[in-house]
Nanobody
Framework: QVQLVESGGGLVQPGESLRVSCAAS????????MHWYRQTPGKERELVAR???????TYTDSVKGRFTISRDNAKNTVYLQMNSLKPEDTAVYYC?????????WGQGTQVTVSS
């Protein structure tokens, strides 16, 4: 089964952009539906975006038009490009891989949007 490692988080100012990445190891990456979730203290983890093996994408309403999820199966990597960031986007962002009832999580990467 795959293992996931996120990277690319950091501190940015409102309106700026950031790209977070999730590198998978362990094989069969192209068969997994990949997700980005985010979580803030005291709140449930929220689904941000999803991309299927065929490349179909879905987004939560609050990020539509600002965030883009993509995958590079040759590099076993999924990306989340985040533009026009807002303070309310501040969270720990988690990568998730799902297939046939199997759900695998990364360790998360912190994104902070603050002036």
């Amino acid at each position: 089964q795959v293992q996931l490692v996120e990277s690319g988080g950091g501190l940015v100012q409102p309106g700026e952009s950031l790209r977070v990445s999730c590198a998978a190891s362990g094989g069969a990456f192209g068969t997994y539906t990949m997700h980005w979730y985010r979580q803030t203290p005291g709140k449930e983890r929220e689904l941000v975006a999803r991309i299927t093996p065929s490349g179909t994408t879905t987004y939560t309403d609050s990020v539509k038009g600002r965030f883009t999820i993509s995958r590079d199966n040759a590099k076993n990597t999924v990306y989340l490009q985040m533009n026009s960031l807002k303070p309310e986007d501040t969270a720990v962002y988690y990568c998730n891989a799902r297939r046939l009832g199997l759900s695998i999580w990364g360790q998360g990467t912190q994104v902070t949007v603050s002036s």
